[in-house]
C-alpha cells in the first residue's frame, strides 16, 4: 500500500464495531446539567443518525444561552483565516462550506451545525492536519509538527507511554483491514496522535471560553485520544467526552455512550484489498 493510500485510509475514519440494537439516550444522561469547560463530541463519520443525535444534543444547549467555541476536525488548521472570513462574509452554512471546506468530508452531514454556529455567532476554529502535515509527521515523527513549548508541554521528548502506542496501534492496524504494512505501522500512529495532540491544543488556544469539539470517535476518546492529550497539559480541565458509537462497547474510552444503528454500507475494507 502507497504512503497515499494509507493516509487517505486513516483520514477516512475507522469502523466502530457491531452490537445490540442502539437506544437513543437521554441528552440529560449523556451530558449533565451544566456544561462542561470542554466537551468533546464523537462521530461514526457517515453515519447520519449519529450527526442527527450530536447535533440535537448541541442545539439544545446552545438555544439554552451556551456560547462555546466549536472546533472542528473537518477543517484543515492551516485554513483558519478562510474560515473566518467566511463566517464573516457568509450567510449560510453552503458558502461557508464552498469557501473553507475540503473535498474529504461529506459536507451536508456537517451542514445543521455549521449553520447553528453562523445563527448564534458561535466562532468555528479549524482542528486538523493537513494531509501534507501528517505525511511529514509520518516520515519525520511526532516533534516535526510542533514547536519546542508545545514539545515541553505534551512531553513529546519522551517516547510515548507504551500503553498508548500499543492502543493506537491496534485501532490502526484494524482500521486498516489487518492489511497495513508493518514498516508503515509506526509512522500512521505518530500521525494519528499528531492530530490529536493538535486538537488538544487548539482547545487549549480557546480558553478560557468554553470549547465543543467535533471529531471522530477515535479522537475523542479520554484513554488515548484528545482527552488524554488535555489532561496531560491541562489536568484541572473539565472536560467530557461523548462517543457516538455503532455498538455499545465503551470500556472507558469516554464518559458516555450513544449507541447507533449500523449504517449501511460496501465493504470498508475494499480499497485496501485493491
Known sequence: MTLTLAVAVLFAGCASPRGAAPVTVPSAQLLP??????????????????????????RQRVEAGWQPVIVMEQFDRENQDLLAKAQKGCADAQCVIQVAGGARWDWQLYYPVIQLALDHKLQLVAGNLSRADASRVVRDGIKSSFDPQSIKEYRLDQPLPAALRAAQQQEIVAGHCNMLPDMMVGGMVDAQVSRDIWMAKIIRDQLPRDVVLIAGNGHVRKDIGVGYWLHEAAP??????????????????????????TQQRDDPCKQVKK
Open 236 to 261: 484541572t480541565l473539565k472536560v467530557h467526552s461523548i462517543g457516538f458509537v455503532e455498538g455499545r462497547d465503551n470500556d472507558g474510552r469516554y464518559d458516555s455512550l450513544q449507541p447507533l444503528a
Open 33 to 58: 446539567a451544566g456544561n462542561p469547560q470542554v466537551l468533546l463530541l464523537g462521530e461514526v463519520h457517515d453515519n447520519s443518525q449519529g450527526h442527527k443525535l450530536r447535533y440535537e444534543l448541541l
